[in-house]
């Protein structure tokens, strides 16, 4: 039995305020076997009926890497003129990967056919398998914070083009993109918010009582 004490608390509090999206990294390395230790704590994560669906491609050839950049940027270009005015202005301002400077790049799909489990909390909500691999994230999110090292999640891809060029299972469904590496500087505040492009809100706003 593992208990836990205020200090442990108040840490774990502080590692929820300060763990941020990573988008600016050092270009030092990261220490061996970083990603496979997040990966494995990945692997202690909640998941439906204990399927365990979460797939991971570590992706260290430079091919590949430069054929998800080309993506992002063709994407992101789409992105930007979906907006028009000051709005176009701001979204042409952000950083929203750190692809081209992360020494780490891992990709995460979720495995939509895996049997393991055997259907246990899918049947009504098949999406279970896909946020089962989300809470995967968040909990490497954390555990990364907690190293020292950075994380970002980039989604400005097409699902179809990252499947293609890692060449991965037609059942595996895409679900993000992650950079890593030590980050550039720690704040507790989101970089989006300090670009003044959305800002935090806090818990009253999103719970109902009934
Ligand atoms: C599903 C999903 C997808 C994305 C993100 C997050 C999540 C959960 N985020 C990061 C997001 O912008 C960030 O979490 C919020 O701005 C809040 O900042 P902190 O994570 O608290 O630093 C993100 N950030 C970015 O720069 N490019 C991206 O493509 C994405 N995509």
Partial sequence: MVAFDDT??????ELFVWRRDVRRFRSDPLPEGA???LIETGCLSPSVGLS???????????ARRRAVID???????????????????????????????APGHL???ADK????GHGLGRATMPETTEYSVVAAITAMWLAARADGIGLGWVSILSPDRIHAILDV????????????????????QPELEQAKWEHRRGADEFTLRR
């Fill in 169 to 188: 299972p037609q059942s595996w469904k895409f679900i993000a993109y992650l950079c890593i590496g030590h980050p550039e500087a720690e704040c507790d």
């Fill in 107 to 109: 990709a995460v799909f």
């Fill in 52 to 62: 365990q669906p979460w797939r991971f491609v570590i992706v260290d050839d430079a």
């Fill in 71 to 101: 993506d992002f940027r063709a994407c992101n270009a789409d992105a930007l003129s979906c907006y028009s005015g000051e709005r176009a202005a701001r979204y042409a301002t952000l950083k929203l990967s750190g692809l081209e400077q």
């Fill in 35 to 37: 990603i496979d230790g």
């Fill in 8 to 13: 442990f608390r108040r840490q774990l509090h």
């Fill in 113 to 116: 056919a895996s049997d393991v």
